[in-house]
């Protein structure tokens, strides 16, 4: 389960990332791609189906330190939004 | 709490090394150990559904039945399905106890762990 599931408040992201349809390990890989390409404190949304991803872009986030403000899952699409912190 | 991981490469096709780390981890749960095992490489072949229970070997116990004792003692597992690619094998079929996770969990329990083995 993702840090942040449930929050009620709006979300905005600053950018959107795609990776359905990618495995292990390229939505890690495109997602701190593109966390760089945002300020610090906006936010990133990535869409997922891989299921291996919920897990390691969790741990990614709390290891690199950036936060996962919301996560959602509707019939197997994962999605995050992590805000960028440095 | 001290945390070791165990990572289990070797599958169905060397059933002989495929106990060590479930009876390690209920053994490190007994000790007050938190224990994980990940799955990769040929060992996710020993975590698709109904595998465990086809081996037995030796005088031990069903395959299966270690890895309940394992489950109950509060060991969590951890399944790369992405090394189904690997082996050209389907995706999915796993036991439902496991978590489907990826390098960078891999990399992430590794770096928590006080100890790693590797089967």
Same mark, same amino acid.
């Given at each position: 389960?993702? %840090? +942040? ?17 990618? =495995?292990?390990?390229? /939505? ?10 945002? +300020?610090?404190? @906006? ?7 891989? /299921?291996?991803?919920? @897990? $390691? ?9 950036? @936060?996962?403000?919301? #996560?959602?899952?509707?019939? +197997?699409?994962?999605? #995050? =939004? ?5 | ?10 599958? !169905? $096709?060397? /059933?002989?090394?495929? =106990?060590?780390? #479930?009876?390690? +981890? ?14 990769? *490489?040929?060992?996710?072949?020993? %975590?698709?559904?109904?595998?465990? @229970? ?22 969590? *597992? =951890?399944?790369?399905?992405?090394? !189904?690619?690997?082996?050209? %094998? ?14 960078? !969990?891999?990399? $992430?329990?590794?770096?928590?762990? $006080?100890?790693?083995?590797? #089967?």
């Amino acid at each position: 389960m993702g %840090v +942040g599931e449930g929050a009620t408040e709006e979300v905005r992201p600053a950018r959107e990332l795609d990776c359905v349809g990618l =495995y292990c390990p390229v /939505p890690i890989a495109r997602t701190k791609e593109e966390i760089e390409k945002i +300020g610090v404190g @906006e936010v990133l949304k990535v869409e997922a189906d891989d /299921p291996a991803a919920e @897990e $390691d872009i969790t741990r990614w986030a709390k290891r690199t330190g950036h @936060e996962i403000v919301k #996560f959602e899952k509707d019939e +197997g699409i994962l999605m #995050f =939004y992590i805000r960028r912190t440095k | 709490m001290a945390k070791i991981l165990y990572v289990q490469t070797s599958g !169905t $096709d060397t /059933p002989e090394r495929l =106990y060590a780390p #479930f009876i390690l +981890g209920a053994t490190a749960a007994a000790m007050g150990v938190e224990a994980a095992i990940f799955f990769m *490489i040929k060992g996710i072949t020993a %975590v698709r559904r109904g595998e465990a @229970e086809k081996i037995r070997i030796g005088a031990f116990p069903t395959l299966a039945e270690a890895m309940r004792q394992a489950l109950d003692a509060g060991v969590k *597992i =951890y399944i790369c399905e992405q090394s !189904t690619q690997l082996l050209g %094998v389907p995706r999915g079929d796993f036991i439902p106890e496991g978590t489907i996770a990826g390098g960078a !969990t891999l990399n $992430d329990l590794a770096l928590d762990a $006080d100890a790693v083995m590797t #089967f």
